[in-house]
């Protein structure tokens, strides 16, 4: 069930990077995208994390091509879209290099944001925790029906453990309801207060982000 919004000014494609066998390649599924996204750094790998947990990024693109930074020529790490509008972001992992002249031409500028590791750490536990946690919508969440993504949701009005999320459901499998609860707290229909502070456990609590009044 993913929620596939897309703006149509939206029309990144990732570039072609050139590989080498100094250079790490991590290979990760999108739930956003829906497709496998290749990355080159574990700075990479975890600004990603961030990007598929938070419901106010629909979209973006891994390794757009080209921008300006002081005037010389890098490969944009991500291009993202949120707020109604597009962005670049540079990490400061190793500079890469694309195949091909033809994926040297400069992208047309967007407000750039730079992340530092420094800038990553104080979301260690968080970034921990979604590694953890996207693995079960890879691979589970088209096993889940919908009534079951709507009898989690509507169960959540208060803060519940997941253990006790799991045995209410019953009897559902446990593996999807875990996988539900784990999706609606991506697409935005759930929050936690425990993933930001404590390792995820049976123990992590979970409640509907908004308390429905009147409508769903």
């Known amino acids: 069930m993913e929620d596939s919004r897309r703006d149509e000014r939206f029309a990144f ?3 072609t990077i050139q590989r080498s066998k100094w250079l790490h390649q991590f290979h ?4 956003k995208l829906s ?4 990355l080159y750094s574990q700075q990479a790998v975890d600004f990603w994390a961030m990007i598929e947990s938070h419901a106010t990024v629909p979209t973006f693109c891994e390794y757009p091509g080209f921008i300006l930074i002081d005037e010389k020529p890098r490969i944009a ?20 290099t ?9 992208l047309d500028p967007l407000p750039i944001t730079t992340v530092t590791a420094e800038a990553i750490t104080p979301h260690r536990q968080w970034i921990d925790n979604w590694l953890r946690m996207l693995p079960y919508i890879t691979s589970n969440a088209r096993f889940v029906a919908h009534d079951l993504f709507e009898r989690v949701e509507q169960s959540l009005a ?6 006790t999320i799991e ?4 009897p559902a499998d446990p593996m999807l309801t875990r996988t539900a609860v784990f999706d609606l707290t ?3 229909r759930l929050t936690s207060p425990d993933l930001r502070v404590d390792v995820l456990s049976k123990h992590t609590r979970f409640k509907q982000a908004m308390v429905a009044q009147g409508t769903s």
């Not at 208060?158 to 253990?163: D, E, G, T």
């Open 158 to 163: 208060s803060l519940k453990p997941l253990y």
């Open 13 to 15: 494609q990732p570039i």
């Open 77 to 96: 790490d991500f291009v993202l879209h949120r707020d109604g509008a597009n962005e670049f972001v540079v990490l400061n992992a190793m500079s890469l």
């Open 98 to 106: 694309a195949v091909g002249s033809r994926e040297r031409e400069i």
């Open 186 to 188: 991506r697409r935005g």
């Open 28 to 31: 990760v599924w999108s739930p």
């Open 167 to 170: 045995h209410d459901a019953l």
């Open 35 to 38: 497709r496998r996204v290749v």
